[in-house]
């Protein structure tokens, strides 16, 4: 998720904050301003989204100093925070020592968690993004241990182990109720956020439940559907098909700064495959543009299917396209 759609997302309300893709750190190098400026371009607004959502960016690495020393800069830029990736599964990262291959080592989860405490101010939010372990959910406590030990302030738990991959039937929430648990016995209160597969305001208040975290975070769902948080946060209805795609016209006005011709037209088959989760009209849309490849071609194609659809010319619009 890009500057350009956590700008639409937070727009339509429930964010508290959004947490960047992750910057790669390895080879004790400082990575200069301009590399964090194009991951988060509001980093020139106070490190707020245009409406005014904090954003956090994330660090992915395993070099305690090479990751205080770009946490420190991320800091300074400002960044409302900064947090670790101990959770990523992609096998390219992980064999270069990132992500959740982490979870395996929890003492160097723990020198490298010191490190960045030690650049990060305490007023500035030091949080870790993890899984459950690597294939067995039970290691979430000892990792646990070793973030709370290492002075982070937040967890974020995605309920599955490495193994688990995205596999719907493998979420365990009950495991980050554990870990909470377990932290309130050992009197350390810290804040944890439960995290997959909330997909609808019902999987929220599910996810709630068992995970007895009032805090949540979205991944996916916020693409199925845009206005997600709004919905959990009880601020909004599902938005109407009508309104999503006007939102995908708006997308063609907040691109990626530098982006390429092509940028817009594979975004937004990205993300009509993502939307077909909870609006099957996606397909309907999308098989007709499928092939479209610049922007602008893009753009026509679906300011014609917007008055197509409102006009009941839909058949019209596929003769066109097909
Ligand atoms: C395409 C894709 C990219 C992701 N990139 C990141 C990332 O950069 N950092 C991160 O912490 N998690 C990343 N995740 C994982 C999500 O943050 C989240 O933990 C996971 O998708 C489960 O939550 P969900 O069911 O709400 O999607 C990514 C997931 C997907 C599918």
Request: with cysteine; hydrophobic share 40%; charged share 25%.
């Amino acid at each position: 998720m890009d500057h350009s759609v956590r700008d639409l997302l937070t727009n339509l309300g429930g964010y508290d904050l959004c947490i960047t893709e992750f910057l790669r750190v390895s080879n004790q190098q400082l990575l200069p301003p301009r590399t964090f400026y194009q991951l988060a371009p509001e980093l020139d607004n106070k490190g707020l989204t245009p409406c005014g959502v904090p954003i956090r960016i994330q660090l992915l690495g395993s070099q305690p100093e090479t990751l205080a020393m770009n946490a420190q800069r991320a800091i300074e830029l400002g960044s409302h925070g900064i947090d670790l990736n101990l959770g990523c599964p992609a096998k390219t990262v992980n064999k270069s020592k990132g992500g959740a291959v982490l979870l395996k080592e929890p003492q160097l989860i723990s020198n490298a968690v010191s490190a960045m405490r030690e650049v990060v101010p305490l007023d500035k939010t030091l949080s870790v993004k993890i899984r459950l372990g690597w294939d067995d959910p039970s290691c979430v406590h000892e990792i646990v241990d070793a973030i709370v030990q290492a002075g982070a302030d937040e967890i974020t738990i995605h309920a599955r182990t490495k193994e688990d991959g995205y596999k719907a039937e493998a979420i365990k929430w009950h495991y980050i109720a554990e870990a909470r648990q377990k932290l309130v016995e050992q009197g350390k209160p810290l804040s944890i956020i439960a995290n997959g597969e909330i997909w609808t305001k019902d999987d929220a208040i599910a996810c709630r439940k068992v995970s007895n975290c009032d805090d949540i975070m979205i991944g996916r769902g916020a693409l199925a559907t845009p206005n997600l948080a709004a919905i959990v946060a009880g601020i909004s209805e599902k938005m109407s098909w009508i309104d999503v795609v006007i939102m995908i016209l708006d997308y063609r006005k907040v691109q990626v700064i530098g982006s390429k011709g092509h940028h817009y037209s594979s975004r937004v088959k990205q993300w009509l495959t993502q939307m077909r989760q909870a609006y099957p009209e996606a397909n309907e849309l999308f098989f007709p543009i499928r092939r479209i490849k610049t922007s602008e071609d893009m753009q026509q194609a679906i300011e014609r299917y917007l008055d197509a659809k409102i006009n009941n010319k839909l058949t019209q619009w596929q003769q066109l396209y097909s």
